[in-house]
């Protein structure tokens, strides 16, 4: 048998700053210690995780003392949804980590020449700010310690409860049932809560993700400032009596819902991307409003998740395009074509290319409905469609826009936009760490001209960056 090492707990240790990705940090003998759910100023017993030759890993096991920095979390499920870790920080602190992170990620990641880093761009509304949530329907309901010796008492054997709401933060089982979630408006929370009290008196079963059996799966709400709501309700078992009658009980109670529709999901994974959803109400799809351009939206395609900040995200996008209505501006990783259709009227032409096809039906539809004649859109893998052949087939870039996943660029891209040298490239990106590594390899034959962050995502970590780069 393996043995196991012991368990090193420090104590008293003084959470000094900010790191990245949700986590502070402490330097304890001038070695790093990331460690998650503290904010600077917190004094903490930690339990090291990982323990490495020049940094630790670790999380609290006893608060000394709480930061000053700390204010009450508004939500009565923080702590145990995976949802927005950042509430026990001020909105104003929020920021300035977040902004910190993006510095941090440029001067030690890229090691490029930088420019001035304008100060990150708030939200003026930081909760209900979401137009998409998805919820999860699960046998595996999370419960406390206390709530379990409740539940345990004078001997009852504890069974699984079935739960709606979202995934338990660092479990993939366990759902943390929400009764009011302060992410999106209502409808929401009245639609979640009415469909799992009418499963549960309907003997209608959970999704049980270990043994994958059960019916209520997942479900995600829409909702569109111009008064549009979109339910999409996925099943996992093909039960058709059950499901017309959810869609009736559902239309019933919210006649408001614009759009309805289900998905019969009988596979292993969670992903609806290769199914069909069912129009049971409406065209199957919402319209949103960004300036005066709109935009349809289908229940698989990606939409920036905070209206508001997406209008400002794209017009710092446009700003940095610099664009005078003579230049072909390229839009890689385009999505259903927002940024470029956004930035269309400056622009002679605009080439989208994106992965999803349904993404790309949804563009075609939207350069239409906004009267584009400029516009072209591609379905394919980035490092597959931009060959040196597409290029001469629809234009030198005057201007490429891209705005990858995650993981950043794929290395090929890189090079490619390295061969084809247009004069501007706008990098719109989710995560510093992958933007400053390109930004690296980009340094070759560009310069940071213009950083920009913007806050998409109040209570949580995550960050949105807009790097300008010039040809030097
Ligand atoms: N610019 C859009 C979408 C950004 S999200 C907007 O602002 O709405 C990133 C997009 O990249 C997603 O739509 C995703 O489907 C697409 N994508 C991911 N990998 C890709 C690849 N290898 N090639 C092309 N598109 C890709």
């Not at 393996?2 to 070695?31: F, H, M």
């Not at 790093?32 to 917190?42: L, N, Q, R, S």
């Not at 709530?147 to 504890?158: F, I, M, Q, S, T």
């Not at 340094?443 to 995502?457: I, N, S």
Request: charged share 25%; aromatic share 10%.
């Amino acid at each position: 048998m393996k043995r196991k090492k012991p368990q090193v707990v420090l104590k008293n240790v003084v959470i000094t700053d900010y790191a990245a990705e949700g986590k502070s940090l402490a330097r304890i003998d001038g070695k790093v210690i990331f460690v998650e759910k503290v904010v600077p100023g917190d004094v903490v017993d930690i339990k090291l995780n990982k323990n490495k030759k020049d940094f630790a890993e670790g999380f609290p096991v006893h608060f000394v003392e709480y930061s000053k920095d700390r204010e009450e979390p508004f939500c009565n499920h923080f702590g145990l949804c995976g949802g927005c870790i950042w509430q026990m920080l001020p909105y104003q602190k929020q920021l300035q980590y977040k902004h910190q992170q993006v510095t941090d990620s440029l001067q030690r990641i890229a090691k490029v020449n930088l420019p001035e880093i304008d100060t990150i761009i708030g939200a003026t509304e930081t909760r209900y700010y979401r137009n998409k949530l998805e919820y999860t329907f699960s046998t595996k309901k999370y419960v406390t310690n206390e709530e379990l010796a409740v539940l345990k008492k004078d001997g009852n054997v504890y069974e699984d409860i079935a739960a709606a709401g979202f995934h338990a933060r660092g479990f993939f089982d366990k759902v943390v049932e929400i009764e009011t979630c302060h992410l999106q408006e209502e409808p929401t929370n009245a639609i979640r809560n009415a469909v799992a009290a009418y499963a549960k008196e309907n003997n209608i079963s959970f999704y049980d993700i270990r043994n994958h059996v059960g019916f209520l799966r997942n479900m995600m709400v829409r909702l569109t400032t111009t008064g549009e709501i979109m339910v999409n309700i996925v099943v996992g078992e093909n039960y058709k009596t059950t499901i017309e009658q959810l869609m009736q009980f559902v239309l019933q109670q919210f006649p408001q819902i614009t759009t309805l529709l289900y998905t019969i999901n009988t596979k292993f994974n969670d992903s609806i991307f290769d199914l069909e959803p069912i129009v049971v109400k409406g065209n199957g799809y919402i319209t949103e409003k960004l300036e005066n351009y709109q935009f349809i939206i289908s229940p698989k395609s990606f939409f920036q998740t905070n209206t508001k900040q997406a209008e400002k995200l794209y017009s710092i996008t446009r700003n940095f395009a610099e664009l005078d209505g003579t230049q072909t501006v390229y839009d890689l990783y385009g999505g259903t074509g927002s940024i470029g259709i956004f930035v269309s009227n400056k622009a002679k032409k605009i080439i989208g290319v994106e992965l999803i096809k349904e993404a790309v039906d949804d563009a075609k539809e939207n350069a239409k409905i906004n009267n584009l004649s400029n516009a072209e859109f591609f379905v394919g893998d980035v490092i597959n469609i931009c060959t040196d052949d597409f290029f001469e087939k629809h234009g030198k870039p005057d201007v490429i826009i891209t705005d990858p996943p995650r993981a950043g660029m794929h290395e090929k891209l890189v090079r490619k936009l390295l061969d084809m040298a247009a004069p501007i490239i706008v990098y719109v990106s989710c995560n510093p760490a992958t933007q400053a590594r390109d930004l690296a390899l980009l340094d070759e034959k560009y310069t940071v001209t213009k950083v920009q962050p913007v806050d998409m995502f109040p209570h949580t970590h995550h960050i949105e960056n807009v790097v300008q780069l010039k040809l030097k």
